[in-house]
């Protein structure tokens, strides 16, 4: 086992600290839900704390998924973990076009954490998931000994309601759709990157990390036909897209200067030497949208103040063997667009 | 950061073993998904592997839980930690009185954790979630850095249909009715103890580890009024009987003799100085049935595998403004039953 925290020494009960007995299911386990957790997430659902949280949906379809959040530092510019658990699920609701109905929250605490930072980040998490308008239904919180493993990892998972004529239909691309993205890329990535100590890197780059099911719902209402969507999170735009054109058997291309980017997050790509394409986003989705309504659509997304700086990208090519994704350069060139082999940023979400 | 896992210092991704790089969301996450979990949990929701699964569920209310699973070690005589991951969940919506409808996957794997532990335990996923009868719908999977802390976490959720009588109503309980469990206690919490090196306890101890639907199925199905089930993991019986006392304000009797207790796992508490009433049980219910439905109850436990050991421990008594839960020892005497106040065994779910 590794060092115990450097609180002095001290994981006494009384002291300002998560202790491995605050997850053994007695006393102290009691008084951490009751005091520190359960009344942050206040709801009918919730209210209960029995095994399971009893749940009336409209009739028709569901959507579930789920994410653990492993990112480190906890905290960083424009969010922390808190927000990135709640959003993380209520986007990849929102990208299958389903409306969020409830989220489970799963905390694995390591001793020694602060109590402090656990309160601001379920204050977070409250706020989230009020800003998404969805519920904490149910829960679970476990404890391990100390390793110096980041303080906490977070899993929530969730169920919304599905529109018939939902998820998109990504058996419909053609030749000539437009790939759109609502808005700048690379900024949660490289907000959290640079948040860790001891890279020493001043920057004014603030997490995109924000619920999207409102800017889905103004994007699904504009009348168009949207064909696809997805949050590019691990992998950014370009894990998606190369996901997306195999998935597809299409070539795609997109136009560099189209690409919305930020000069901080230009600077902050050189500087780490990072492709922003490849960085990961908490707050953004790219869409494929018939040719004819990407105008429409694109108008839907700069209506909405998560959408401002939405734009077309490129778009859907011809059917391939060896689908591609390439670039079209600044320069006039053209490159392909790879997959990221690996990790370029580790506990980035 | 914590020394690297000692495999010889050797993390390339032809080495057997988890490297950061698995978790990026690029080309070695891609195929680690395609090649070691997705064909293992085959089912038609999962297969689409979109941001989120799509669900038919029949009309009606569902269930929702969660639980995030830290067991150490990994592997313990009589299960894992992906059969843990399953049956805890399936057991949380099956003491609701649901139906286990889906599952979600969450796996957090730290760098180093060997590859062929990774196969066991998604086999045990997919042998334990057939047993259930339940599918894995959707998942996620992190990687984070190596700091000792253990290998992998688990994060399931769980959504199941509720019929309209579902859950039981605690609210109803009354004077004299009986407390049953259905078998033999502590073999999870003890077999889990016992395995961890240093120890070196010899035991035939297994965990009891198994989807409890079935069994629940067969309790309601016996046309006795059953108010009230939940299974007694962390805090153990102690802790749960505490909890409901406490909830229904009254105070409840539990017989020393009556409790089903093995040769083992009696002589294994003695050793590791436990009590066995506090210990975790990841196979068992407890449940609160109207006196003369009792043993109409317990016949129906008694009849089926999981439940050949069932007993009637206990009785509901009056309401109390300080409500006790008392033990009448083997030797005559009361003693009080006390919510264990911290973590008698960590990590031990």
């Keep these: 086992m590794a060092q115990s925290p450097d609180n002095d020494g001290d994981s006494r009960p009384g002291a300002n600290r998560i202790v491995l007995a605050h997850g053994g299911g007695g006393e102290l386990t009691r008084r951490l839900l009751a005091e520190r957790i359960v009344p942050k997430l206040a709801n009918d659902l919730l209210a209960p704390l029995a095994d399971g949280a009893v749940i009336d949906p409209p009739p028709g379809r569901l959507c579930m998924t789920t994410d653990a959040f492993v990112v480190q530092p906890l905290e960083f510019a424009g969010g922390d973990i808190g927000r990135l658990a709640v959003c993380g699920t209520v986007n990849d609701l929102a990208v299958m076009g389903a409306k969020p109905l409830a989220l489970s929250l799963a905390l694995v605490l390591e001793e020694g954490l602060d109590l402090d930072l656990l309160d601001r980040v379920m204050d977070s998490v409250a706020a989230a998931a009020a800003e998404a308008g969805v519920v904490v239904a149910t829960g679970d919180t476990k404890v391990v000994e100390y390793h110096g493993a980041g303080g906490m990892t977070i899993t929530t998972a969730g169920i919304g309601t599905l529109p018939a004529n939902m998820p998109p239909d990504a058996g419909t691309i053609a030749a000539g759709d437009a790939v759109l993205v609502t808005g700048l890329l690379a900024e949660h990535g490289l907000a959290v990157m640079t948040a860790r100590k001891g890279l020493g890197i001043r920057t004014t780059l603030r997490s995109d990390v ?140």
């Design 210 to 349: 924000a619920p999207l099911s409102g800017l889905v719902a103004a994007m699904l209402a504009a009348g168009g036909q949207v064909k696809f969507m997805r949050d590019p999170t691990r992998g950014g735009l370009a894990g998606l897209l190369a996901d997306l054109s195999e998935q597809i058997g299409r070539n795609i291309e997109i136009d560099e200067q189209a690409v919305p980017l930020s000069p901080a997050a230009r600077h902050a790509s050189e500087l780490l030497g990072l492709d922003p394409l490849t960085v990961a986003n908490e707050g953004k989705v790219v869409a494929v949208v018939a040719a004819d309504d990407a105008e429409k659509v694109l108008a839907a997304c700069r209506g909405r103040a998560l959408g401002k700086a939405a734009a077309i990208v490129g778009r859907i090519g011809q059917v391939s063997n060896w689908p591609l994704v390439e670039l079209l350069t600044a320069a006039g060139g053209r490159r392909i667009v790879q997959r990221p082999y690996g990790e370029e940023l580790p506990r980035i979400c």
